[in-house]
């Protein structure tokens, strides 16, 4: 389409950075849940994981191609994962119950499925090294609210271990499944 000889560029679609922008503001509510009663905490928690399952699932994902065999990027990511959580020692406590372990595992697939394939998916239209990076900025940034400006170089190290398992796996779900164990991992050290 052009006007007067000049071409007319398709105009950006925002519908994505709408989406993460919702979901990482719903994310950040959690904050404010931790503080409200057990049984409403727990409904609130999945109420937010679910919704930022759902709204991560509906942008389109970016497609992209393995570098590495799926299967070593994990395996790489869980070493890294066991060599951290020696390294590091016990994560900080939270209130431990029965659900804890089923929510650490919803809030893994529902936070990579918002960074590493939304916020990731989005990012990378605009380059590979700025999906890296922002996803693993975003990622962090998102977490300080929880645990903190202290949690903030490790969870930015997560964040690039995730998102290079992204790229190198060439899906979200490698790095679903290596933060699922760590966040198992960090239930079972409490």
Do not use: K
Not at 18 to 30: C, D, E, K, S, Y
Not at 130 to 147: C, D, N, Q
């Amino acid at each position: 389409m052009s006007v007067a000889g000049t071409r007319l560029r398709p105009r950006p679609d925002v519908r994505p950075a709408l989406l993460v922008a919702a979901a990482i503001g719903a994310l950040l509510l959690r904050a404010w849940i931790l503080r409200t009663p057990d049984a409403t905490r727990i409904v609130l928690l999945l109420g937010v994981y679910g919704a930022v399952l759902a709204a991560s699932l509906l942008t389109p994902a970016a497609p992209d191609r393995p570098r590495l065999d799926p299967a070593a990027a994990l395996g790489l990511g869980l070493v890294a994962v066991g060599l951290a959580a020696v390294a590091g020692g016990r994560p900080p406590t939270a209130p431990l119950d029965a659900t804890a372990l089923p929510l650490a595992l919803f809030a893994a697939v529902a936070e990579e499925a918002l960074f590493r394939r939304a916020a990731y998916g989005w990012l990378a239209g605009h380059g590979t090294t700025l999906a890296v990076a922002g996803s693993a900025l975003l990622f962090a940034a998102m977490h300080v609210p929880l645990y903190g400006a202290a949690a903030f170089p490790v969870d930015l190290g997560a964040g690039l271990l995730l998102s290079w398992q992204r790229w190198a796996s060439g899906t979200w779900t490698v790095p679903a499944a290596t933060h699922a164990a760590a966040n198992l991992l960090a239930v079972m050290m409490r």
